[in-house]
């Protein structure tokens, strides 16, 4: 099984994250993780839009976001669009929501 670096930029310098995302791909890591709360799913805020896609475009490296927020499937296309490569969200959903996320991420996967 392969193993791969993921580093949650959660931990980042935000005051100097262009040298965070440099050193850490200099570093030799393979993705960058990022982690999305909205305060209503989790009781507290991760990152915000313009840091993924500041990370994303800085980056020669892909990015996964985590999300845990409440209907993660009308986010999906906006991360995506920002130039995340993998979308995770939290298993916590009814079984029509699931099929729904699965077929916006196989359709995005073909485009």
Do not use: W
């Not at 030799?28 to 990370?55: A, C």
């Amino acid at each position: 099984m392969e193993k791969l670096l993921c580093p949650s930029m959660m931990c980042a310098n935000f005051g100097h994250l262009e040298t965070e995302v440099k050193e850490l791909v200099d570093a030799g890591i393979d993705i960058f993780h990022l982690d999305i709360m909205d305060g209503s799913f989790v009781p507290n805020f991760g990152m915000g839009l313009q840091d993924v896609e500041y990370i994303c475009k800085k980056s020669t490296k892909p990015c996964d976001v985590h999300l845990m927020v409440v209907n993660p499937g009308d986010y999906v296309e906006k991360f995506a669009s920002l130039g995340v490569r993998i979308i995770l969200k939290q298993i916590n959903m009814h079984v029509v929501h699931y099929r729904r996320l699965k077929t916006q991420v196989c359709i995005l996967e073909l485009q």
